[in-house]
């Protein structure tokens, strides 16, 4: 795996989106992975996971060109997949995984 985050150990934690932004999660120790690409944030996605990263976190604009790697992932205890909100405008996608997790957490919607 090409590190993108200047060093030669997966993460536990990682982030991969635009690098304005997600670049200020290195200042606490996440793993930046600055990728755009579907294609290619996809192989991260699986990267991360087989070298046993825990948490990927995923900026909304990228999160959806990723969806069968993540998908492959959403029965699996680990790595847990969240789109987390960018720069940019919101797509809702963070928002409607919340919303996704509560209802399988406790069988029904109680957000909204």
């Given at each position: 795996?090409?590190?993108?985050?200047?060093?030669?150990?997966?993460?536990?934690?990682?982030?991969?989106?635009?690098?304005?932004?997600?670049?200020?999660?290195?200042?606490?120790?996440?793993?930046?992975?600055?990728?755009?690409?579907?294609?290619?944030?996809?192989?991260?996605?699986?990267?991360?996971?087989?070298?046993?990263?825990?948490?990927i976190f995923i900026t909304?604009?990228?999160?959806?060109?990723?969806?069968?790697?993540?998908?492959?992932?959403?029965t699996e205890a680990y790595?847990?997949?969240?789109?987390?909100?960018?720069?940019?405008?919101?797509?809702?996608?963070?928002?409607?995984?919340?919303?996704?997790?509560?209802?399988?957490?406790?069988?029904?919607?109680?957000?909204?």
């Open positions: 795996m090409s590190e993108k985050n200047g060093t030669n150990q997966i993460p536990d934690i990682a982030i991969i989106g635009d690098r304005d932004s997600i670049l200020i999660a290195k200042a606490v120790g996440i793993g930046v992975y600055p990728e755009t690409d579907g294609v290619k944030a996809s192989k991260l996605i699986h990267e991360l996971a087989k070298g046993g990263c825990k948490v909304e604009q990228v999160y959806p060109l990723c969806a069968d790697a993540v998908s492959k992932y959403k790595p847990s997949i969240i789109p987390i909100p960018s720069g940019g405008k919101s797509t809702g996608a963070s928002m409607a995984q919340v919303v996704e997790n509560v209802e399988k957490a406790i069988g029904q919607n109680i957000l909204f």
